[in-house]
């Protein structure tokens, strides 16, 4: 087991240093920093003494070095449009997105599992094909498009949810939270289920799926012959069979959540990091775009690393191949 952590942090630690090496490059092919943070009228020493305090007159290899080191303590320089710490612009967006993602993850989880293992189990009853359907629906319509109708029917129509920010907080050091307040829970509540609809249905679809092809192996037949409850059968030996590949694909999603939120935060105005980020690119805040970047690939290999060590845990095979390597 400790070898098997050590292997996947070195593995962790190189598509990190891959990723800097990407955002690194960021700064070096999208024009000159100093010209979009200084005026026209700085005089020729204030650009050479800004380019001095940044670092840009040492070598390459150095830059990348120094920029490594900083992004290791999670300081990522200037932003090119406020002029302030990018890592206080990501303490201050980044609780807004995190409370997002969470709820939406909660919420795929919570209700696509159990949905796949109904439909999986009841495949031709009513209730399996209208949840099929509507999975359809889920997975076919674009993300943009489902946040505008929710908009349109609960907070136009029916005016019963708020249609945009986060609604009240209350700060906790340097994290402020929507969980706390009414008006928070309910600004969350539309963006989150547009996040999570996606997920959602893929999470369904892939747990019935799996339902499908467990509940024909021999070693299920093998359990109904030997009179096992449905309940046993079904839980106990089924749907367990199925949670390393789903496990897989919710890893995968929870990050994509992180990743993809730009769109859902940009119709619900949320002020997260997915609004930042689109303010960055329309800029060319080039510290603040290496720095999304930075911190997406840190969530992924975060993410992964724990899918790994869920599968250590749920499959035994993984365990009994090890121990077995090791004698």
Known sequence: MFAFVIQRLFQAILVMLVVAFVSFSLFQFVGDPVNNMVGQDATEEQREALRERLGLNDSIPVQFMNFVGNAAQFQFGLSYRLGVPVEDII????????????????????????????????????????????????????????????????????????????????????????????????????PSITLALFQLTLIMRLVRAEMLEVLRTDYVKFARARGLSNRAINFGHALKNTLVPVITIIGLQIGSLLAFSIITETVFAWPGMGLLIIQAIQFADIPVMSSYLVLIALFFVIINLIVDLLYYVVDPRLRVERGGGGH
């Open 91 to 190: 303490a201050q967006r980044l609780p807004a997105t995190i409370e997002l993602v969470l709820v939406s993850a909660i919420i795929a989880l919570a209700v696509g599992v159990p949905m796949g293992v109904y439909t999986g189990l009841n495949r031709n009853s009513p209730i399996s094909k209208l949840f099929l359907t509507v999975s359809l629906i889920g997975i076919s319509l674009p993300t943009f498009l489902i946040g505008i109708l929710l908009i349109l029917i609960f907070g136009v129509w029916l005016s019963w949810l708020p249609t945009f920010g986060r609604g009240g907080t209350i700060d906790f050091g340097w994290w402020e939270t929507s969980f706390l307040t009414v008006q928070g829970w309910r600004s969350l509540i539309l």
